[in-house]
């Protein structure tokens, strides 16, 4: 049966693993390495190309895909699956083949090399050959960490220096140090909404927008709050500039107000119309009047189930102490893991999955995946 192969980038393959189940919920995938996964399931080429458009993690896919491990199997197979794949397919037309080496490099094995032999088996099957601008590109990605190449129709691209890896919270006109990584933030929102749809994705403490301008870019419907006059300004700012004088895909609403008070600050239009919630509150001091932080996160919950829809979930983020030693533990920067587990759970939460992402030596941060059920 023709097999799809996803490639995940490296910045995070837990979370990016994560990610592309959230955006393909009906498809399994089995991990070959931990960059590779493949999937018996079809799925339409547009499903796939909107997959890489707002995904964040995943690389590109090959679709009939053929591999070897070169542990135990020789270029030779490989050569002989591809004439095969090449074959089978229903299509004709100008054609590149295409490179990608991750995690190092495979011992004697030449990626250009490769890839110039399956386009003279290309040009053997009536393809032409036209790199500049193909009709069909072949992937040929090559993984050091397993020994496996694979070989299959790309769908996306091997270029990092476009599209979600390379853009930087910096280059927005408002910045602050607050502002999430886009990679982050995107994969925040994709995990908490799953397949873009016709429901909203709710960010309560919205500070520069990373989250909301993320939405936005996608095409999905969003909601971004924050009680300071300013943060809603900038996020409002960013938002314009990301969409670069074109109109949005879908509305969306930049408010001032209380994340407590989700249901008084957002129209009535918008509630029961929320499947996913990103939050990342505020730590520092001062920075939340005089509300613990637990006492923030717990009302900023209560009072986005009032409005959020069934299935609803939760992706929260925040800061740790990294775990140097790799224990598994989760030591927060501020308060106690087992009470902030606690006030979860009292909010009608149920945790999925939990990450950890390094950011520099004496700051890791905890996000979280739980389902949230609405208030009765
Ligand atoms: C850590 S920042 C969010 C950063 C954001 N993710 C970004 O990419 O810029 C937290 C934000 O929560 C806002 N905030 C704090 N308490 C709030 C409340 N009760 N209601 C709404 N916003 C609040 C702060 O003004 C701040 O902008």
Redesign the pocket.
Known sequence: MAELLACLRGWHVELATAEIEALAPHTKFAAISPRLLASSSQLKTAELQQIITCSSGVQCFLDDYVSINLEHESVEELLEKATQMIRDAKFNGALAVRTLRIDGRINDFSTQSTAGKIGSIAVAEQFTIDLENPEFEIGLIADGGSNIVACGWLVGNFDDSIGTANRR?TERPFF?P???DPRL?RLAVNLACGPIDEQAVL?????????AVEAVMMGRRCIA????QA?VDGTTQNIAWALQGQPAKNDYLVVT????ELPETIENSWHGQISGIVL????GRN???S?SHYD?ISK?LQSARAIISEDAKLVLIVPIIPDKNDTGEIELLHGQWDELNQLLSDCGTTIIGRWKEHVHGSLSRLILLASIAPLD
């Open positions: 919270a602050r607050i502002s999430l933030a960010d309560p403490m919205t500070g520069t927008g990373g989250f709050v924050d009680m300071n943060m107000g209380d994340a407590c990342d509150p505020p730590y920075s939340h009047g509300k923030l900023t």
